[in-house]
């Protein structure tokens, strides 16, 4: 099969699809397919850069400029595609794929509209609350438009799944959990308490997390980058935080610094399902997060992690001081994070399993 995937991060971008789709290329490579990738990029990036055909497409363009090139060369090549994977860029991949007509899986991994509206700060609301009270405007009914040209929609989590019903989309929707490789159990001295990966923005509350550290004297690592990138590391030097921000790391490099920290934190107001959480959790050490529907789908009290209230950041911090300075149980957790991800959250398994839904629309 000719498989046209599509998203609108890779690396060296953070975020979810710029680890999935490298991976699933990959997959349908060594299954005898031929992929072809259209992607964003911020810098000039050779088309040889992978073992497969990359399109990189200038982020810098003006954003109608952008989606009509974008529109014209996905329709180009999905023309010459048998099946297409989106993972972003769905506005225009909807629109280039009602005229080609090509079978097109979409995985929605979070709601792109409510996203914008938090980092332009023109929203404050929670993921659930937007949902239940705006409408979304032109974006959501463009999104609607996007995605009911698909011919299926696949999330991570149940509550995405929902909200992809009620944002309108006739099109058949059904979950597959992402998933990790499992690292194992690492003898990596402990430097911090706590560790965090993710995209710096306003819904991952890692000012939370900074605040909390100052508070308790924790020593905390943040990775990644992102919009809120200079307003943190501005926030850790005025609370004199022991705070270490690491930038955005290549994989491996992620993976060796959340094998120095004693627990992962991920304290975020919303998450579909987590891959550092996840990366984390196969590497043996436990997690410290929120009550957001995708965390607690992932963690269990007292068995592979904790989640906690922040909606009280005082309690929250008490609790995650008092988590830190409890060793009795930590090895137990540790050993039931690795035991999580084998069980349920192996990425052989996830790609198999889009693999094979994907080759259902043909």
Not at 112 to 135: D, M, Q, Y
Not at 274 to 279: D, H, I, K, P, Q
């Amino acid at each position: 099969m000719k498989i046209l995937l599509i998203s609108g991060i890779y690396p060296p971008d953070d975020g979810g699809p710029a680890k999935f789709v490298p991976q699933f290329a990959n997959h349908l490579i060594s299954q005898g397919h031929k992929v072809k990738v259209i992607t964003l990029t911020d810098s000039k990036r050779s088309k040889n850069e992978f073992p497969y055909p990359v399109r990189f497409i200038n982020r810098s363009l003006t954003k109608p400029l952008r989606m009509i090139l974008t529109t014209k060369y996905i329709f180009l090549s999905s023309i010459r595609s048998d099946l297409i994977f989106a993972n972003g860029l769905y506005e225009e991949t909807g629109v280039a794929v009602r005229f080609s007509r090509t079978p097109t899986l979409g995985k929605i991994v979070g709601d792109p509209v409510w996203e914008r509206a938090r980092n332009s700060g023109s929203t404050k609301l929670t993921i659930e609350s937007f949902n239940n009270v705006e409408s979304g405007g032109f974006q959501r009914k463009l999104l609607r438009f996007a995605l009911n040209g698909f011919s299926e929609i696949i999330t991570p989590s149940q509550q995405l799944a929902d909200f992809v019903k009620q944002w309108g989309v006739s099109k058949a929707v059904s979950m597959i959990p992402n998933g990790v490789q499992v690292i194992g159990m690492t003898n990596q001295p402990k430097g911090f308490d706590l560790v965090t990966a993710s995209r710096l923005v306003p819904w991952k509350n890692v000012d939370l997390l900074i605040r909390i550290a100052a508070k308790k004297n924790l020593k905390l690592c943040v990775i990644g980058d992102g919009p809120e990138n200079l307003k943190l590391r501005t926030l850790a030097t005025e609370l004199n935080a022991q705070v270490t921000f690491t930038g955005a790391l290549a994989q491996d490099k992620v993976s060796q610094q959340v094998a120095k920290a004693k627990y992962f934190a991920l304290l975020s107001t919303y998450e579909g399902m987590s891959f550092a959480l996840l990366e984390a959790l196969g590497a043996g050490i436990p997690a410290i997060v929120s009550n957001a529907a995708g965390n607690v789908a992932v963690i269990q009290n007292g068995v592979n992690g904790y989640v906690v209230d922040i909606s009280n950041e005082i309690s929250c911090g008490n609790l995650i001081a008092e988590i830190l300075s409890s060793s009795s149980d930590y090895q137990k957790v540790s050993e039931g994070a690795l035991q999580s991800v084998i069980k349920n959250y192996s990425i052989d398994r996830t790609l198999a399993n889009t693999e094979t839904k994907l080759l259902s629309l043909k």
